[in-house]
Structures are given as C-alpha cells and as structure tokens.
C-alpha cells in the first residue's frame, strides 16, 4: 500500500517546479471587464515581469513613466512595490490607465493613502484623489484606474450602463501575441495615431489611412527588443508603407532628430519586410539609447496617462 503513494507524493513534489509559463500576452481578468468598449487602441506593461532588471532600475525605480507618477502623488502608496500591471485605453482623444497591484496590507483591506494637497472624495461608491485635474480612482480590491477626472468617472459610468461590453476583438488581439514585457495593438489608423501620440512626428499618409490593424510586442528587461506587425487594405498600400518607412528611415541616418546618435542608432538596427498586405518592423535598441529617445516625452508631459 505504500507503494501507491509514491507517484502521489512525486507529483506533489514536481508541482511548484512544473508550473508553466503562459505561452501568450494576456491582461489581467481583473482588468479586462473594465475596458471602455470603444476603445481604438490597448497597451500593456508587465512590471511583475520586469522587477529587478535593468529597465526596472532604470524607468520604474526613478519613476520615468507618467502613470506610475500620477499614482503615487495622489495615493502616496509605492508603485516599485504595490503595483504588477498597467494597460493603458485610448478613446479617441481620451485615453485612462488601468493599474493591478496590491493595495494595502491584504486584499480587502482599505489601503493607507498619505499624499499632501490632494482631494479625496467618494464618486459612485470608490475611493477617487485628485489633484490638478488627474485623478486615481479605486475600482475594486487590486484595481485602480487613472487619468483625467472625467475619463476616469466615465469608466464607471459605462462599467454601470446596461449592454456595455468591453473591447473583445482588441482582448483577442493581445491573447494572440507571445508572452512579452510590453505590448500595444490598434483597430485602424485612429487607433494608431491615438495611442503614438506626440511620439510620431506625422498623423497622417498611407500608414494610418489605409491601416486595418496594428500590434506590437517587446522584450524590456536587459534591452529593447520590439516587433510590430500591421496589416493594411491590399498588398499595394503594404508596399508602399513599407516604402515610405524604409526611405525614413534612411532620412534618418543621414539628419537624425536629437539625440542623434540614439535615433541613428535605431534607424541602423531596424529591419523591414513586407508580405502580402503586411508589414513587419523589427527593432532592437541598447536602453541607454532608448531613455535617450524617450527623456523629452517623459519630461514635458509629467502629468499624462499616455506611456512614455
């Protein structure tokens, strides 16, 4: 009798060590049901993932990213420590930021809020800070969303409105990336120019008037290693995005913007292919350069939910 409980205990042992990593990107079930349903555009951020690394040390640790600044300044609680997740929603000219973490001591518990000069009040039922027109606003136990104070209050009104459905076919999008750091995808060029922001020196051409869909997704820990796939109306519009980025890219070696050398540095280390009515850019970049590229976004939008 013994005997039988010998493959019992065996597999018992193996369990913590036979624990499988998800093949695919996902976003939290937490966060998922509370995604505004007109949304053009998704991104996402593992920092659970990240904790540790060099880029750890180097974006969250200094607090470079402007989510994670409006957060703490207007909960006082410690996103390097009580946060795991971000995805951000673009909404037209709106976009919010959904946080997962652990807030307070245990789950259920009210957290301990310590920020000096903001505004705490109550809207529907959940814990809302403001200060300066942004606001972080408590959802549920582990989930908070932030943004500017109308965005954020119409995540709850349209959570409370009946029939409302969050984005499934971007949801479906995300699960069908790899496993990833970082991760964005868009429905049409709307959702594209949206989620790009200020990060993208033209709105307007064949790359987001003829685009069907767009995703990307990125190693983050030691370096910056990104592919983006889009997909657009035929394979002649394809070419001629293809076309268009490889002659600015090219532009770009010969009069990079500032800081040169970490925009040429880019530029060299990307490489494009098209198939079909596809195109496919690949990039990997050092993240010295990559902060370089990022510091003037970051430093003159301190207060925007949009990522850096």
Not at 154 to 172: F, K, T, W, Y
Request: net charge positive.
């Amino acid at each position: 009798m013994r005997l039988l409980w010998l493959p019992i205990l065996a597999a018992a042992l193996c369990l913590p060590g036979c624990k499988r990593t998800p093949a695919h990107a996902r976003i939290d079930p937490a966060i998922g049901p509370l995604l505004p349903g007109d949304s053009v555009a998704l991104a996402g951020l593992r920092l659970d993932r990240l904790r540790g690394s060099p880029f750890f040390q180097r974006f969250v640790e200094p607090r470079r990213i402007p989510a994670l600044r409006i957060f703490e300044e207007r909960t006082g609680l410690d996103p390097r420590r009580d946060l795991w997740e971000v995805v951000w929603a673009w909404r037209g000219e709106s976009s919010v930021c959904f946080l997962r973490g652990k807030f307070g001591g245990l789950f259920g518990l009210e957290p301990r809020f310590d920020a000096p000069g903001v505004a705490r009040r109550s809207y529907k039922g959940h814990y809302l800070f403001e200060r300066g027109g942004l606001a972080v606003l408590f959802v549920q136990s582990g989930v908070a969303v932030a943004g500017r104070t109308a965005d954020v209050e119409a995540v709850i009104d349209s959570r409370d409105r009946p029939g409302a459905d969050p984005p499934q076919a971007l949801i479906e999008q995300v699960s069908s990336l790899p496993a990833c750091d970082f991760w964005l995808v868009a429905r049409s060029g709307d959702g594209l120019r949206h989620a790009a922001g200020a990060t993208l020196p033209l709105r307007a051409g064949p790359v987001f008037d003829s685009l069907l869909s767009a995703q990307l997704h990125a190693s983050l820990s030691a370096a910056f290693a990104a592919e983006a796939d889009a997909r657009f109306r035929n394979e002649a519009e394809a070419r001629q995005v293809r076309d268009g980025l490889s002659a600015a890219l090219e532009l770009m070696k010969l009069r990079p913007p500032e800081p040169r050398e970490a925009w040429v540095e880019a530029a060299q280390s990307a490489s494009l292919r098209q198939k079909g009515d596809a195109v496919r850019l690949s990039l990997q970049l050092p993240l010295e350069a990559l902060a370089a590229i990022l510091e003037p976004f970051s430093a003159s939008a301190p207060g925007s939910p949009r990522p850096d």
